[in-house]
């Protein structure tokens, strides 16, 4: 069989016109493939880049979730500076958390917030520990399952499918289908955690953000 057959074989075996990429035929259709009785040699099949086709709507709302990820990231920053006592327009903080990997922010929004519970300054933040950080996991989790997948289309049956691996100990792929329901609810889960940031640490930031423009215009009036 041909490299061009076997590929189109394996498609089909994915609910056809499925884009299946060199680690999917070797991982997944080849296997399928085999229980056919039929010889595949998929290291000499190079299939080119063929990018899906995603409905608009699905394309809409997986842009939306990136948008809107990483505003809640920017809150959670400003968060974090918040809860060092410093001003959230202050460059050094920004350093220290820009690069900083998204469960190590929550590690330390759970430290921090532990150091500050009988501080009366941050009464409102003393349970957002029990309140604000299952909401972050779970906006995390679904972001993920968005953005670390390969997507797929097949336009006979109008069904979008995401593939999602992992390796942690052992390989794992899964390729299910998905409703422009789930896409939805991840952001949702997102508008919800970033609100929670905005409603316990918006009135400081605001605050903040006057003071830097007080001493914005007493810095321009200085001879």
């Not at 086709?53 to 990136?66: G, H, M, S």
């Not at 003393?126 to 906006?139: D, M, V, Y």
Request: charged fraction near 25%.
């Amino acid at each position: 069989m041909s490299c061009t057959a076997a590929v189109k074989r394996a498609n089909s075996v994915v609910d056809g016109g499925f884009f299946i990429s060199l680690l999917w035929l070797s991982a997944y259709s080849v296997e399928r493939i085999r229980r056919t009785a039929v010889s595949v040699a998929w290291r000499d099949c190079m299939p080119a880049p063929n990018f899906a086709k995603l409905p608009d709507e699905f394309l809409t709302r997986i842009a939306t979730v990136v948008v809107r990820w990483n505003m809640l990231e920017d809150y959670l920053n400003m968060l974090l500076i918040h809860l060092l006592g410093k001003p959230v327009g202050e460059h050094r903080s920004h350093i220290v958390f820009t690069h900083m990997a998204f469960p190590q922010r929550l590690d330390v929004l759970g430290a921090l917030a532990e150091e500050v519970a009988n501080d009366p300054a941050y009464s409102q933040l003393h349970k957002c520990k029990e309140t604000l950080l299952p909401l972050l996991r779970n906006a995390q989790q679904k972001r993920n399952q968005i953005i670390h997948s390969s997507w797929g289309f097949n336009p006979k049956s109008r069904k979008v499918f995401r593939a999602q691996m992992s390796a942690r100990g052992v390989f794992k792929l899964s390729i299910p289908e998905i409703k422009i329901e789930e896409l939805d609810e991840a952001i949702t889960s997102i508008n919800i955690a970033a609100d929670t940031i905005y409603d316990l640490a918006g009135q400081a930031w605001q605050k903040d953000a006057l003071e830097a423009q007080r001493r914005t215009r007493d810095k321009s009036k200085t001879p």
